[in-house]
């Protein structure tokens, strides 16, 4: 994890363990010899993942790369292990986003599987995944959306009484499950949908339930998928499915919680997807445009098309850092150190944003050239949009970024320095989170240091200051308690902040891989430039007051101009014209 742009004509990954290098390139050699022409073919017919599920099965990737190790039979391979699930996911999103949803729903399938006391459930996991099966993750509703306090899927006691009850079913025989669930990802194939109901005699989150059932099963009925592309977006009916002890996985407040922190770990992945997807985008838009003639010059001389290369390079860059860097908090994560809670909603809501950015600023060079159904563009560019939008929407994830901004500016606490985290470790805090909740009690190091330590990159200087500025707004012109109900006004507020949490994990990741101070001052040129619009739409709210609208006229900054050190990254983005193109 250097912050490198990945290239799979180059791609090595010697910082991984030798059976985690061989898997990564065995799957990077499966696309490839996939070759374009069929992998967009693919992708124009709607054709489902079935080929690559097959290499999947074959080669055990999802058993080695998404087995906790204590289910793993002995086998140090077998692990879940963020730094490898990462790298995994980028290459998923480098080559199309449907084999990038077949993982991250199997993910958030087995979360709630893997977090519960259910043993013959979670051996029943590992088992499948042997096999070669995905799973799914049964909570969303039509009607409700992800809001994990209303379903309408119930689960009706049955055979009350001493025979076959037991503890985990509140005394009863079983149940029989009832409802359906909306935008369900596997829902076709899935050997395990880990699904969230209620109970019909119990009210209130005591009722809660999480339960495992079979896609295969005759009373799991599939309907129809909801989207119209490779990835099977399910919706299900369950009509009286009979639910045992051994199919429970979770009840009352243990249920919310699972669901809730199976998607803290699980959507992490998001970024990583985004991030390859813009990857592989920008290889062939430089490639294109540098060899685009246009009035007898290559489109690349135009100054506003290096502008938009260097600062869609830059933001792409930046994307890669903040993420890798989140990676070595969510290894190092536990009941002392939350810190990972706050950088999950970044990735899911900023770096998903960002990597939008990044393909309309490439679109707005290659023009029509996106839209031709030979480019891989084509594709990404229709789905980038859907990471910062179906796996939790921007305001939802901003809203809960602004509950740690207290204590992040404000109040720091000590804590062991966190180093890169490349082990071939095993992440047992990810199915142990404990109780949900108390997000405005997390502590974090204080984040001044990491901006002081690169002031004499004149950009990270600048915008450092307005980071300090944001402390001076919250200090002598907080919100008032109505501003504070007002969630427009608000996620204004939230997006400044998340600007000053980006910048200290770029600065750290940076610092780590030896990224070189011409790109950090194209990063923070950005930076500095989204802080001054954030600032400026603050001061247009119809309820900022008069000291609000001074503090964001002063909040807004020019970027350091510097010629020089423009030409140098320009001259790097020039120089991946050529480096890869997919075979044909």
Partial sequence: MTGALLNPATADYAHFDPETRRLLRATIDFFESYGKERLLRADRDAEWVADFLEFQKREKLFATFLTPAAYSGGDPNRRWDAARNAALSEIFGFYGLAYWYAEQVTILGLGPIWMSDNEIAKTKAARQLLDGEVMAFGLSEREHGADVYSTDMILTPVGAGDTGASEATGGEAGFTASGTKYYIGNGNVAGMVSVFGRRADIEGPDGYVFFAVDSRHPAYRLIDNVVHGQMYVSTFELVDYPIGPDDILHTGKEAFAAA????????????????????????????????????????????????????????????????????????????????????????????????????????????????????YFHGANRYIGWLPRLEGTVHVNVAQILKFMPNYLFNPAEYPEIGTRLDAGDEEFFFAQGPVGGAGKVRFADWRPAFQARGDVPNVAVFYEQAKALQSLLTTAPPSPEQQEDLDFVLTIGHLFSLVVYGQLILEQAALTGVSDDVLDRIFDFQIRDFSGYAVDLYGKPTATAEQQAWALDAVARPVADAAVFDRVWGRVKALDGAYAMPA
Avoid: W
Wanted: some cysteine.
């Fill in 260 to 375: 809730l922190n199976t998607v803290n770990v699980g959507k992490f992945n998001l970024c990583h997807g985004s991030i390859g997807m813009c990857e592989h985008s920008l290889y062939e838009a430089i490639t294109h445009a540098n060899n685009r003639i246009l009035y007898g010059n290559p489109v690349t001389v135009f100054s506003h098309v290096q502008g938009n290369f260097v600062d869609a390079f830059a933001r792409l860059t930046a994307m890669k850092l903040f993420s890798d860097r989140a990676v070595d908090y969510f290894r190092s994560a536990s009941l002392d150190d939350r810190r990972y809670l706050l950088f999950n909603p970044v990735t899911k809501s900023k770096v998903t944003s960002e990597g939008e950015k990044v393909m309309t600023l490439l679109l707005d060079v290659v023009a029509a050239k996106g839209y031709e159904k030979n480019t």
